[in-house]
Every structure is written in structure tokens, then in C-alpha cells.
């Protein structure tokens, strides 16, 4: 009888370390209650510094509950580093399957038409993919230019403008590459055909298209912009572009002086005629469509008539009388 009896209370107290296992690790650790958690888990890192994370961000109701589902499962070897965003109410069990399958969190990233690689580095590192100066580092590589087959000083304007899905932990070398890639796809053989015919490269298309963008808030606009440009480049008229000379002294989006508009660099379309040494941003594929199909006018010169539209003119005398028209309207708002 004593034996039965030794039997049962070592049954029970099996049965209730079975219960509190599975309690701990079937039950949603409290943090997690109140919404979904991120947590980074580093690569080379051990089974035990794994453990200790996911205790420290809450994300596992019991760090010994934890460590002995792994050995329950045999799944060490299986575990992959990575940042994971550990969805609400989700138990350790749950948190362990995230582990092994590798489904890390992704980051949206937005470039948007017209977007420089210097918005795209703060970005990226305000999603803390990476730094915003490794970024720029890498854009104006030789190496990476080299192996994209990027013309130009940089990246610049080769970025097509998307939405990316990115993962921390990629390289900032493997994220332009996909959005070089991208831009590479949109530059068809019959784009690059139509390109030859006006005697364009592609570096130029990009490089025209690029300053449609910026110039362009209503996209309706685009082919008109275009023509304005392609008739002043077949004068030999300088293009007067200025977000090409916000680019040449870093004023991005932000209003130009006389002393700019002056300055000599490369990038200023005041300065010197022609296209600039390279693209100013990253064009659309509809920037880059007016560019090889401009408007059939003969408009040489435009001004903005708000925050949208261009009043656009074939003689300076027309020009100048728009500028004062619209400046005085502005005045008095």
C-alpha cells in the first residue's frame, strides 16, 4: 500500500510539473497582452543570450520554460537570428515557431518620385536599417557603380521610386542593388531604343527625366515641363532648372537666392547649358516617359502660378509679365 501510494504522489507531482510546463509555455507572457513586441536577436548568438532576451523584452513568460521547450523540441540548431516583431498574445511555444521559420519583421520603405538618395539615407537610418552616412558612402562607391553599371558620380536618380520591403541586417549595398535593379527593369530595350532616337543615353534620360520630376508637382504638367526643356536644350538655352541648383548647393526643397543662382558648380543649370553631369533624383516611370515624349509646343519658359501649376510662355516678354502678375497675387494672400 505504500508503495501504491509513493506511486501516486510521483504521478501527481509529474502531472503537476507537466501542468506548470505547459502553463508556461501555452499561456502569453503579460507584456505581450497588451500588444505585439519587437526583439533584435543578433547573429552567433548562444541558446542562453537568446533566452535572456526574449525574458528581458517579456516576450516569454519563463526563461526556464523557454530553454526547456527548445530542448523539448530539439530545435537549437534550428533558431535564426534576426529582428521579429512577436505578435499580441502569442505564447512561448508561438515565439519559438517565429524563431525557427525566420519570418523577421520588415520595414516599409517608401521613395517616393522625385526623392533623393540623401532623404533615402535619413530614412533608413531613422528605421535604423542603416546609417544615413554609410549610405551616402556607398551610393557615390566606385565599386558599386561599377558593378550596377551606373554612369555619373553616383547613384543618384537610378534608384527607381517604390515601395521596399527591407529587413535589418541587410547590407546597404544589398538594398541599392534592389532598387537599382528595379530602375533597371522599368529601362526596357524599347525605352533605351526610343532614348537613342533623341540621342540619348540612358544616364541622360534619367538625367532629364529626374528634373521633369522636381520640377512637376502635377504630373499633368510633365510633358509640357519636358517640352520646355527640350526646346531650350535644341537653342542651346541654358535650362534654368532650380532644383537643379537646390541640388548643387544642398537645398532640398527650400527657396534659392540670387547668390545661388550664381554659384558656380556643375549641377547649375544657370551657370553652364546643357543637362547637368548626372540625375538630381529619382524619376518615375511617367517622368521618364515625358521626357522621350515632351509636349508639341513650342513653350520656352514657365512660372509657378501656386503651389501646383506653371504659367507657361513663349517670349520673355510674356515670361517677365507672368512672373510680376504672379508675384503680386503671392503678395497679396
Given amino acids: 500500500m505504500r508503495l501504491r501510494g509513493l506511486l501516486v504522489g510521483v504521478l501527481l507531482l509529474l502531472a503537476g510539473a507537466a501542468g506548470v510546463f505547459g502553463w508556461l509555455v501555452l499561456t502569453p507572457a503579460p507584456a505581450l497582452q497588451a500588444g505585439p513586441l519587437v526583439v533584435d536577436i543578433p547573429a552567433h548568438e548562444g541558446l542562453a543570450g537568446i533566452a535572456d532576451r526574449l525574458s528581458q523584452a517579456g516576450v516569454v513568460r519563463s526563461r526556464a520554460g523557454f530553454l526547456g521547450l527548445v530542448a523539448l523540441k530539439g530545435s537549437m540548431r534550428r533558431l535564426k537570428a534576426g529582428e521579429y516583431e512577436i505578435p499580441r498574445d502569442a505564447s512561448t511555444l508561438d515565439v519559438l515557431d517565429l524563431l525557427e521559420s525566420g519570418r523577421v519583421r ?42 550596377l553599371g551606373v554612369e555619373g558620380p553616383s547613384l543618384e536618380g537610378y534608384l ?6 527591407f529587413v535589418r541586417g541587410m547590407s546597404v549595398d544589398e538594398m541599392l542593388t534592389r532598387m537599382v535593379q528595379r530602375m533597371r527593369g522599368k529601362l526596357t530595350p524599347e525605352v533605351q531604343a526610343r532614348a537613342k532616337e533623341r540621342g540619348l ?106 503651389d501646383r501649376r506653371h504659367y507657361f510662355s513663349t517670349s520673355v516678354a510674356e515670361h517677365n509679365a507672368a512672373v510680376a502678375r504672379y508675384r503680386q497675387a503671392r503678395r497679396q494672400l
Avoid: C
Fill in 160 to 165: 527607381f521610386p517604390d515601395t521596399y520591403q
Fill in 106 to 147: 520588415q520595414h516599409v520603405i517608401l521613395h517616393p518620385e522625385g526623392a533623393t538618395v540623401s532623404e533615402l539615407a535619413r530614412l533608413l537610418e531613422t528605421e535604423r536599417l542603416a546609417r544615413a552616412e554609410d549610405v551616402m558612402t556607398a551610393a557615390s562607391s566606385e565599386r558599386l557603380r561599377l558593378a
Fill in 201 to 306: 543615353s540612358v544616364h541622360q534620360l534619367l538625367t532629364l527625366a529626374s528634373i521633369i520630376e522636381r520640377e512637376a508637382v502635377d504630373p499633368a504638367e510633365q510633358r509640357l515641363i519636358s517640352a520646355v526643356f527640350w526646346n531650350r536644350l535644341r537653342l542651346d538655352m541654358p535650362l534654368q532648372a532650380d532644383p537643379t541648383v537646390q541640388y548643387a548647393v544642398a537645398k532640398e526643397r527650400r527657396p534659392l537666392t540670387r547668390a545661388d543662382l550664381a554659384r558656380e558648380h556643375p549641377f547649375n543649370t544657370y551657370v553652364h547649358r546643357g543637362l547637368p553631369p548626372g540625375p538630381i533624383a529619382s524619376p518615375g516611370a511617367a517622368a521618364i516617359e515625358a521626357a522621350l515624349d515632351p509636349a508639341p509646343v513650342k513653350f520656352l519658359y514657365f512660372v509657378a502660378r501656386d
